[in-house]
């Protein structure tokens, strides 16, 4: 099965300063990646994805770029804030293996102020 | 985007006792998922959600221990039987819109003593 890896585990940054944070993945057949972010307490949401056939996507002040030869995509935030501070989850999909999703481990954003 | 929401929000029960864990969908999705986050960690899938028939359980989880329903497109439970500490945690169920994009519930906190 996909095994999502992703680094680092924590991660602090000044506000303003970007943060990015890598993962990689398994099964060349993964061809969605999405990105979560989970505020302490909170439900995962949905932040940005990419799908295999485009190699960067943007908005605002996210983006993610994705390589698939290598397996990896990285989410990027830049001008970081203090509201940026939460656990950022990667995953890998595929339509193949009925739409499940594989998860990395996350990353603790800590952006100080 | 789909909005789901969860009953209970949480709940403190006994060993040995069972919980069922209900989900609803504002609109149509075409799979649901369910899945346990321990404090700090990542997510794991227990099993998908089919409509009208068996669910799929990930290796580690079986049907008797996590007993899923979905009898219809917008509604599912998980039920947790025979409960022990272990089975402390958060349970989450998601769904599936455009086969891609995943929402979240907001997640049960369950704590068995």
């Known amino acids: 099965g996909e095994n999502v890896e992703q680094h680092p585990s924590t991660l602090s940054v000044q506000e303003g300063d970007s943060a990015v944070i890598k993962c990689t993945y398994s099964d060349s057949a993964s061809n969605y990646f999405p990105w979560y972010k989970q505020e302490l307490g909170k439900r995962p949401q949905l932040i940005i994805d990419i799908r295999s056939n485009v190699g960067e996507k943007k908005d605002q002040r996210i983006a993610v770029t994705l390589n698939k030869t290598a397996k990896h995509f990285s989410l990027h935030i830049t001008e970081t804030q203090p509201e940026d501070s939460a656990v950022y989850f990667c995953?890998?999909?595929?339509?193949?293996?009925?739409?499940?999703?594989?998860f990395g481990s996350g990353t603790k954003l800590n952006v100080k102020p | 985007s789909a909005v789901i929401s969860q009953k209970p929000s949480r709940d403190i029960c006994q060993r040995g006792t069972s919980l069922t864990i209900q989900c609803q969908v504002d609109s149509q999705v075409t799979m649901m998922f369910w899945y346990r986050q321990q404090p700090g960690q990542s997510l794991t899938l227990i099993a998908t959600a089919n409509q009208g028939s068996e669910a799929t359980y990930e290796s580690g989880f079986v049907i008797d221990k996590f007993p899923i329903s979905r009898p219809n497109l917008t509604f599912s439970t998980l039920t947790v039987s025979n409960m022990s500490p272990e089975d402390s945690s958060i349970y989450l169920c998601s769904g599936l819109e455009d086969r891609e994009t995943q929402y979240f519930g907001p997640g049960t906190r369950l704590l068995v003593l």
């Open positions: 995953a890998a999909s595929t339509s193949q293996n009925f739409n499940k999703f594989y």
